[in-house]
């Protein structure tokens, strides 16, 4: 079992639709929690950052953590075209002293 | 003003050659990182340096050695290289004393081909 499992998709949603995207994780010591974007050819992006379990909201997004059931969330609002890119989670036991575990990432593709 | 950035942005080179990669940082982080992303996209921890110290060596041949000259910098240099070096190095940087410790700050990579 791999520690950190996300469908890779891709997943099509015409604009404006709310996206879910998430992740499953085995490792209960993982307390840190990110999402990041990636567009083709370019670095990860750091979208949302979250401490052990609760809700964060940022704009149009919204990240959540469910460390009883070692699942997280990324809700897009009013998904646009340029939302279009690949979605990894990523997280760790201890922070900046750890390397991030990562998914494999979903690619989502928004419909204009 | 880049936050982190990577020199060369693409490598092209032939099997058994050495090459380097730079990274900088100019977020003031303390904690500095290589990863790899392979053919699948998967991203995979390296090496991170703390204040110019190692303290993250994963399961990476000994073909391939980080160098950071000061916190502000970590190179990676890789010896002998293979067709399976093949892939794209991604540095990041972290600042744990802050609230939000753990999130790291891509730079925008380097493609590297073995021909």
């Known amino acids: 079992q791999k520690e950190v499992e996300q469908d890779p998709g891709p997943l099509s949603v015409p604009e404006g639709a709310i996206v879910s995207l998430n992740c499953t994780y085995s490792?209960?010591?993982?307390?840190?929690f990110m999402w990041y974007r990636q567009y083709s050819r370019k670095g990860p992006e750091l979208l949302m950052y979250?401490?052990?379990?609760g809700n964060k909201e940022d704009g149009r997004f919204t990240a959540q953590v469910d460390k009883s059931s070692k699942y997280i969330s990324l809700f897009i609002r009013d998904s646009q075209p340029s939302d279009s890119a690949t979605y990894l989670c990523?997280?760790?036991?201890?922070?900046?002293?750890?390397?991030?575990?990562f998914g494999k990432g979903t690619h989502l593709i928004i419909q204009p | 003003d880049t936050a982190v950035s990577q020199t060369p942005k693409y490598l092209v080179t032939q099997m058994g050659n050495d090459k380097s990669i730079k990274c900088e940082q100019n977020?003031?982080?303390?904690?500095m990182y290589w990863y790899k992303q392979d053919s699948k996209k998967f991203l995979k921890i390296m090496f991170s340096?703390?204040?110019?110290?190692?303290?993250i060596n994963e399961t990476v041949p000994n073909r391939f050695s980080p160098k950071s000259p000061d916190k502000a910098h970590l190179n990676l240099h890789i010896n002998s290289l293979e067709l399976g070096d093949s892939a794209v190095y991604f540095c990041?940087?972290?600042?744990?004393?802050?609230?939000?410790?753990?999130?790291?700050?891509f730079g925008p990579g380097t493609r590297l081909l073995v021909l």
């Open positions: 490792n209960s010591a993982f307390q840190y």
């Open positions: 979250t401490y052990s379990s």
């Open positions: 340096y703390n204040n110019k110290e190692l303290i």
């Open positions: 990041a940087s972290s600042y744990p004393g802050l609230a939000d410790s753990g999130a790291q700050y």
């Open positions: 990523a997280m760790s036991a201890r922070g900046g002293a750890d390397g991030l575990t």
């Open positions: 977020l003031g982080h303390d904690t």
